[in-house]
């Protein structure tokens, strides 16, 4: 990569927008575009400027599901047997008959 490449793919590498899209997008990667065309890495910079703007947490909309973080509410069944899928709603049942008779409240 020239030495040209290699500045402009830095600054992309460490601007705030795309930082900012790694946020939503942890997987991002443009090394293997900019290696092969090292022009590119100053167009993605200049486009990622101007698009990330637009980019927010869709939890902090004011429309946004509530997600509900409190576990208090599930538990986790370990070892259950494995099964052909004919069998799935045949140990669903099982498993939803069991926790019914004791008294808990559970939706499938």
Known sequence: MSQNATIHAK????????QKLRKFYPDIDFSKDIEKNPDVAEFLRQVISKEAIQVADPLLNANAPKLDDDMSMYFLINNLPKCKEDKVSKLVALIMKTLTTKGL???E
């Open 105 to 107: 409240k559970i939706e």
């Open 11 to 18: 600054k992309l590498a460490e601007s705030e927008e795309l």
